[in-house]
């Protein structure tokens, strides 16, 4: 995929301004420089992104359209797959456009505001699972007084406090790239604006970075892993307690969607970081990542569908009364 690339410079322990220009564009050089690959790309990517839109959705609308699905943590799992819609369409939109048009640029404005809402939704994302982490610790061991303690306006709260702690997060991250205005190149190795990628291209002491960023990860990924750890360590020993093995299984399977999509999505996040360590090159965490950035959101919504009977027939439901009330259809409202 051709393109035009910026000046090179090295960044040295003093640089005179002069002699660097200011960055307006970055260029991301994507998955593959392969031109015959472009096609196949685009056809896989679009179909996953669109099949990640329409799952999400569905959750969503079957969530909203059944009464008996409107407890906690159906709540909580359709903000879920509101913010896994948008944590892909942060991403996902931008490269197909990429590949169709040929073009690899994106303005530095643009390029930040794609930064903020990766690190918005992907902190939601990880916020809103320790929050399902909790709903499942009080249903399972107070399961007594789980509706008085899971309100709906301690719901509203948890939900609302975890959105605005993301944008917090993210304002911070936004904060140190705008300080940065001088590159030492104008290449992304990605197929979109990493932060961490950014951050290493940037001619800036990277002292005052590295503690804004240590301190957006403990926010973003160690408070919520240890929330989940300490819930499901407390589930556990309450589970252990149960005398039967019925009911022992019973508790462990209102769990097992969630403790899958948690598996799932911190694994994959913790793979990409592992291989980008081990891995010189940055192409190969590229491919990496899209793991957690398209994989993931798109198979959430089948793990909950399929290992759900609620959602299951919520969904059921949804398709036949959209069937049934279709004009066409010989037993719909305009036979």
């Not at 196949?40 to 669109?50: C, E, I």
């Not at 936004?174 to 290493?200: A, R």
């Not at 039967?244 to 913790?270: D, E, I, N, P, R």
């Not at 950035?293 to 009364?321: C, E, G, Q």
Request: with cysteine.
């Amino acid at each position: 995929m051709p393109h035009r690339r910026g000046p090179i410079v090295q960044c040295t322990s003093y640089i005179e301004p002069q002699n660097l220009t200011r960055v307006s564009e970055f260029f991301l050089t994507g998955l593959s420089d392969d031109p015959e690959l472009h096609p196949l790309l685009f056809g896989l990517f679009l179909s996953m992104y669109l099949v990640t839109l329409l799952g999400n959705l569905l959750i969503i609308l079957a969530v909203c359209s059944d009464p008996h699905l409107h407890t906690p943590m159906y709540f909580f799992l359709s903000n879920l797959s509101l913010a896994d819609i948008g944590f892909t369409s942060t991403t996902i939109p931008k490269m197909i456009m990429d590949i169709q048009t040929q073009s690899t640029g994106i303005s530095y404005m643009g390029c930040l505001t794609q930064m903020s809402f990766f690190m918005l939704f992907g902190c939601l994302d990880s916020l809103l699972l320790a929050v399902m982490a909790y709903d499942r610790f009080v249903a399972i061991c107070h399961p007594l007084r789980y509706l008085v303690i899971m309100n709906p306006r301690l719901c509203g709260l948890l939900v609302l406090t975890s959105f605005f702690i993301s944008l917090l997060v993210s304002q911070m991250h936004n904060s140190v790239v705008l300080q940065l205005t001088y590159f030492k190149d104008v290449e992304i190795s990605h197929f979109f604006c990493d932060p961490s990628q950014l951050l290493n291209l940037a001619c800036s002491d990277t002292f005052t970075n590295n503690i804004v960023m240590y301190f957006v990860g403990a926010i973003s990924g160690f408070l919520p892993i240890s929330g989940i750890l300490f819930s499901y360590y407390k589930i556990v020993s309450s589970i252990l307690r149960v005398p039967s093995t019925g009911g022992q299984h019973k508790a462990f399977s209102t769990c097992g969607s969630h403790l899958s999509v948690v598996c799932l999505f911190y694994g994959t996040g913790l793979g990409v970081y592992l291989s980008s360590a081990v891995s010189r090159s940055p192409r190969k965490g590229a491919v990496a990542s899209v793991v957690y950035t398209v994989v993931t959101p798109m198979l959430n919504p089948f793990i909950y569908s399929l290992r759900n009977r609620d959602i299951k027939r919520a969904m059921w439901r949804l398709f036949s009364k959209t069937i049934l009330q279709h004009p066409c259809h010989p037993f719909g409202v305009g036979w």
